[in-house]
């Protein structure tokens, strides 16, 4: 007996779709990059953390397989944090981490505005 239908069910070479974007990028070699929204979310963190004194400078970093924004108390030290682009984990962790100044993941996850929420400071009840 033979199988008429379109016999995927039991091989093992079944397609896999990739996103388009990411095809490009890697036809052409492109760098990873932060986008028009991603930047926007940063830079209004960014903004914040300068009103509150706690950040001064910034950084910028296109790789091939990650984009990273780095935050400096002083541009002559090493970065305070890291929130990294990596398309790669998309699929799996997610595809922007917050990662500290000793290497430690902070908050990992598929939404930039939520991983950026390790940022916010928590509310306290004050006793009167």
Known sequence: MTDRGNGAEGREDTAILIP?????RERLDLPVSFDRREIDQ???LYGRM???NEWRDY???HLNDRAVFSVFRRA???????I????KLARKQGTFSVVAAGGVILKRGHDLARV???FDKALKLVKA
Do not use: C, T, W, Y
């Open 20 to 24: 388009l974007h990411e095809a490009r």
């Open 42 to 44: 940063l830079l209004r």
């Open 50 to 52: 300068v009103a509150a």
């Open 59 to 61: 950084a910028i970093d």
């Open 76 to 82: 002559s030290e090493i970065a305070l944090f890291q």
């Open 84 to 87: 990294v682009k990596n398309p």
């Open 116 to 118: 950026l929420g390790v």
